[in-house]
């Protein structure tokens, strides 16, 4: 009889002791995003800096008490910056780690492919890296944000750029997926229509080694403007590639946002020299809220920020979307984006346009000078958004045929 | 003479360097498949291996010119201890086991290597770089440099089986090795070492190229498939007929990329190899009976 006083004792002690730890530990709930991109291989360099910016988001807003009086907790996965394992990703963090929230994916390709995912289950989804022109348009759908420029906000400045500053010949090179081939056809389209003369075209797949097989057809068409549509490792080698070909002297050269992350700038500055692209964030523009930005993270990473860390806006729209909707739930949370501006995003104010959840953001045409990408050009938001077109088709009766002059 | 200076010439020696590099891994597999009467299926690999070995001593020594000796040498040595404790027990068998054999081993040695070295692409940096101007255009130095190297190799090769007694014995196992043995020559070292010096020059291949291509555990199945289709076009078992298609395909390639994508030009390339192979199944330079 002792024994059994004994032993209910002892197991009242315990009880007591876990009601009184528990509070302490459940005090507060946690909610769940997900970090979907390429963490390894040739868009690492994004995948990586999209998770720091969301990083540095999180812990800003969880030192403010999270949100709705929940902490916020970063789940990430890498989806080799392939389509079916980013589909299997986006499935898991969903379903076994019910996220609230989604950003990713990096490559086009892989984006396309998650936005079935998010759609069939309801799940916010921010993009904040790919361009491809398909997901605010065919693809698009209610839960479906983007901070990120399409190729069609891209085309528009900087084919104008072009024309008017550098040569009316260009030739398009372009990494043959989703990403490179809707550069190429937005700023194919864009170009002809402001007079600009397409002297040829060509893709090379996604992680070519050896690019000097093209450049015979570039010599052979004579351009003024190599225009340049790849992204990660592929930029990095032919640049290195076209500059040992004596090619980056002969041609002047352009390309889309994330050709090159700044990081890699300095190692390949001068193949790089001279070089003008559109982008919405450079940690050397003197911009107030860029260099705010930059700094704190750059405090807190020991390197600059670069246009991937723009997830970091995402996570800014969607808290201040779940506390106006004072819930988590998607349909709410989806509706209270729509129209909503945030006014400390990473650079300043900016606006989630209501009819296709594009986020308005203002640009500014770069130069790399030095292994720095220097600002040379502002151009307003409202001015490279261009119409909505949610449900059309971007490339209606486009063609890659090349109209001789 | 803008054109030719800019285009042409450009495009005749990418041609060039890119047949001289083939034509190393060629020469070998052409070799073998004269001695042991099958395609050589792990030849990719060992053209891989000598990269992976290559970036080995460059990361211990720091230096490309030893790995460039060291690397051939332990590749060699692998395809020794292969050729002696798998191949050999075969050679008495039909060809097909060989053949699976081979491929077996391609499966090995690439699965091997992801193991080891994990399966991102790795670079290894030229031992110099910087571009010469030539009549006219800009060539890198690097790619010059292969140029040049890769055609006294072959030179070499050649000298070796023409002039040299041990070349010479190498060629009489590749016509009858049956004959060959019975006037006493020891012909399981005959082929012991001529596999040995073929997987040297498919890992010196591999290393020469690496600084282009950079280095990746699938490296070698893309390039092996080009080089079955010099072998062959060249005929099967005919080492000049190699050099030469090597060449021929390296320039056809290169030349037909001012006409259409790359891409499609792979593909151009492996029509040429079906015509031919229904044409004139024996290649340029082959032995009448080899495939037909």
Known sequence: MKRVTWGFTVLAAIAALVWIAAPASSQQKVVKIGDLGSKVGVFEGYGKYQTWGMQMAVEELNAKGGVLGHKIEIVSEDDETKPAPAVRKAEKLILQDDVKLLVGAVSSGATLAVMDVTKKHKTIHWNSVSCAEFMRTTKFHKYYFSNQPDSRMQANGLAKYIVDKMGKKVYIFYTDYAMGQSDGRQFKTALEKLGGEVVGVAGAPLDTKDFSPWFGAINQSSPDVLFLAFAGTDSLRLMTQLHSFGMTKKYKLAGIDCFLLQQDLPSIAEPMEGFVQLNHFSPHNPDANMQAYNARFKKKFGTDANIAAGSYDAVLFWAAAVEKAKSFDSDKVAEAHEGMCVDNTHIGRQCIRKEDHQVIMDMHLYQVKGGKNLPIAKIAGSDSIGEAMVGKDPVEGFTWEIKKK | ?292
């Open chain 2, 1 to 292: 003479m803008d054109y030719v200076v800019a285009v042409l010439l450009p495009q005749l020696l990418h041609g060039l360097v890119f047949g001289a590099a083939l034509g190393l891994l060629a020469l070998g597999l052409t070799v073998i498949f004269g001695l042991l009467g099958v395609m050589n299926f792990a030849h990719g690999e060992l053209y891989m291996l000598g990269a992976y070995a290559g970036i080995a001593v460059v990361s211990l020594t720091h230096s490309f010119w030893l790995a460039l000796l060291v690397a051939p040498l332990a590749v060699g040595a692998i395809g020794a201890v292969t050729e002696v404790t798998t191949l050999r027990p075969l050679y008495r068998r039909e060809p097909l086991y060989g053949l699976i054999l081979t491929f077996g081993l391609a499966l090995v040695f690439r699965e091997g290597a992801r193991q080891i070295w994990g399966g991102d692409m790795r670079r290894i940096l030229p031992p110099f770089t910087g571009s010469t101007p030539l009549l006219g255009m800009t060539y890198p130095n690097y790619r010059l440099f292969l140029l040049a190297a890769s055609s006294v190799l072959l030179l070499a090769i050649w000298l070796f089986f023409t002039r040299t007694r041990a070349g010479i014995l190498v060629r009489a196992a590749v016509q009858d090795a049956e004959m060959l043995d019975g006037l006493g020559v020891n012909v399981p070292r005959v082929f012991t070492l001529t596999f040995a010096g073929s997987a040297a020059l498919a890992a010196l291949a591999g290393l020469l190229l690496a600084p282009v291509f950079t280095v990746y555990p699938q490296m070698g199945v893309e390039m092996i498939l080009l080089a079955f289709i010099v072998v062959i076009l060249g005929g099967m078992g005919s080492m000049g007929g190699s050099v030469i298609a090597a060449f021929v395909i390296g320039l056809a390639q290169s030349l037909l990329t001012l006409w259409m994508n790359p891409q499609r030009v792979a593909i151009a390339i492996f029509a040429i190899m079906i015509v031919v192979l229904i044409v004139r199944p024996r290649g340029f330079f082959g032995r009448e009976g080899v495939l037909e």
